[in-house]
């Protein structure tokens, strides 16, 4: 009697040993992956507006920085010697208006005393012609004077913008792409020394191969998955040129963030695109085994375990999508390593 027990209770544990779960047949999206690279469309080069030799740069490739933050300074050497010149030039122009002025008031003065004498005849009118002309000669080395002063005080503005151009700011708040220069190599107007990505305007782009294509349209849905972040971002596909790399025969196609959160220029990204639908089975991620390097499931049907090979075709949330199984069927969770086909339970 106490051996007939000990039988029935082994008997219990072994089918009650076993979780399982019903695979479920189920519409899936077939999604595929693409090799994504988050980047700025906005990408400005950085140059100096003045010759000279790079002094110092704060910032290095990969560096965030602010609108308004210094990014390098020139050598303003001979920006200070144009700025000496420019001084020199205005102290001489002012002194020439002066002059001009003081000769034009003593002219006039001439030209007031020879008009009284003229109106009662006591000088002729040719002597009262020549105070009016010289007196407006004067007038007109007034206004040329006051002509070179203005051009003198450009000069002077000019080198005072020259000293401000060499200190080089940010226009915007971006990210440092590129670092095209180093410290006491010569920096040349309209050649640039950085390049900057704006961190508020970003996409991701990806190349999708010529079967593909055809299942990408303007305005469909699509998810990026950036790693570094471990996070999931909702984009639309908003460019696909149509035309394709004759080396690699793929498309380029970008993507727009509904939000940019945390994401920066460079990033390593994968675009995931819904590119049909299909009808599969559902079975728990924990259903999953393998024999013989055959994967598979184990479904129990009247109290026996039967090793039933399926194909993977999809994942979704915990379960994943396979075919090999008609729906319905009840899989055997966390199947032991021991477990063979056709095992009673």
Known sequence: MIKKLALLSVAVAS?????????QKKEINIKKEYVADIYSPKQI??????????????VEEGDVVKKGEELFVVDPSDIYSMLSQARGALLQAQSGVLMAEMAYADAKKDYERFKNLYSHGAVSKRDFEKMKL?????KKQVDMAKGMLKQAQAGLNMAQNQLKYAKVKSPIDGVVTMKMKKVAEMALPGYPVLVLSDIHDLKAKSFVKEEDID???LGMDVKIYVPSLKKYYDAKVTTVIPSADN???????KYSFKKID??????YAKAQVVIG??????????????RSGIVGVFVEKDSTATFVPVKQVAQEKDFIAVKGLKGGERVILYPP???????KL
């Open 45 to 58: 080069m950085i140059a100096t507006r003045v010759m000279g030799f790079i002094k110092k740069i704060n």
């Open 134 to 138: 010289m007196m407006n000669i004067r």
């Open 215 to 217: 299942k990408f349209k």
């Open 247 to 253: 080396m690699t025969h793929s498309y380029l196609v």
């Open 277 to 290: 639908k299909e009808e599969a089975v559902l079975v728990p991620f924990s259903a999953l085994t393998s």
């Open 337 to 343: 390593a021991d477990l063979i086909d056709g095992q």
């Open 15 to 23: 089918v009650f040993a076993f979780e399982t779960a019903l695979a």
């Open 262 to 267: 945390g994401l920066l220029p460079g990033m």
